[in-house]
């Protein structure tokens, strides 16, 4: 069981801010996150696309917001769970109590649900028994690419991971790219890459195909695709890759008690609390009369969140307020040494 002063659900723009935000001001936190990377939308919907309304920054990507936002906390040394789906939040005595779907399980007097649209999750095969060989043979996305060496991959997909790990397996796996379209969505460049890597024979693709049926006892051995005038053909693989995008799910969240509006959690604005005490929303996911989706007002809430926290997680100490620029106390704990 792990600790801490609070739970920070969601890793995206907004969650690591308030980490930074419960930093200065003395609070631990740890983060979830469902996803296995940090970043939240900026890195999963748009890494490369520029920002332009970041204050104090004229221009940056989802990627460099992120890096510079993981700069900014860097001293906090914050324990970030990946791959971990908040399932449960019950309250113990004065704590709460958060479990996770790996069932790791947190305390904390304060929650902070940064949650964004909720958990992205991978769109998957709809064949039946496609969920009997999730994670033993079926892929919805890749940790080592080293599994596949010398192996035989079928990918299927159309846009730009489907593509680009086509591309890469192929270097050192026997690849077949199905896509059910014979134009990719993804980036034009990658798109030429695959079919001049085609006609090297560096590179199977067919289109436009189907998944129809998966064939394998402990795992699989075969799949069947077919054509849409029913056309079919066997392909022997070990293993079968699903890149069909991300569907964001509300997901656990509604099971929390947390009162709902059309999908977003109501708060009051003067500390972003829900209506649990010792839970506060924060960012695309709560909502209040004027809310705007954007990632500044995500750190404002994070902000006036953050300082509710204190009172559960210290009740015998008094909150002070201090600038970042004059107070020596918050500097220390940002790392930042002084010469003078
Ligand atoms: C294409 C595009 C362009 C955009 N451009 C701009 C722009 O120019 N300027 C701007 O300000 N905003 C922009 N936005 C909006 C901005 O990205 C969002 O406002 C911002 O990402 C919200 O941050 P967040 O941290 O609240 O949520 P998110 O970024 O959505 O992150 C939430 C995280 O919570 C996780 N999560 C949810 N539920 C759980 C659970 N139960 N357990 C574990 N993890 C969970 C999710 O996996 C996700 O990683 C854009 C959005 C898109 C899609």
Known sequence: MIKTDVLVIGAG????????????IGLK??????????????????PDKPIYDIPGLTECTGKSLTKNLLDQIKNFKTNFH??????????????????????KIFLA????????????????????????????GIFYS????????????CIFGGGDSALDWAIELSKFAEVTLVHRRHEFRGAEHSGKIARKFEKEGKLKIKTPFQISSIEGQDKVSEITIKDDYGKTEKITTDYVLGFFGLIMKLGPIAE??????????????????????????????????GK???????????????????????????YRFEFTTT?????EKLGIKKSD
Not at 29 to 46: P, R, S, T
Request: charged share 30%; hydrophobic share 40%.
């Open 13 to 24: 723009p907004v969650g690591i801010f308030a980490v930074h935000q419960l930093g200065i």
């Open 29 to 46: 936190a740890e983060v979830v996150d469902n996803l296995d990377k940090i970043g939240g939308q900026c890195i999963e919907l748009y």
């Open 82 to 103: 990946l791959n971990e789906r908040v399932e449960e939040v019950v309250k113990e005595k004065d704590n709460w109590k958060i479990t996770t779907n790996k069932k």
């Open 109 to 136: 007097p304060n929650i902070i649900v940064a949650g964004g649209v909720g958990a992205f999750e991978p769109r998957k095969f709809l064949l039946k028994n496609a969920e009997k060989f999730e994670n033993n």
């Open 142 to 153: 890749i940790k080592d690419k080293n599994l596949f060496k010398n192996k035989k991959v």
């Open 256 to 289: 929390w008690g947390l009162n709902l509006e059309k999908k977003h959690i109501p708060v009051n604005t003067e500390n972003f609390q829900t209506n649990k005490e010792g839970i506060f929303a924060i960012g695309d996911i709560c909502t209040y009369p």
């Open 292 to 318: 705007l989706k954007l990632i500044l007002s995500g750190f404002h809430e994070g902000a006036l969140a953050a300082r509710a926290c204190f009172k559960l997680a210290k009740p015998n100490e008094k």
């Open 327 to 331: 107070s020596k106390s918050i500097q």
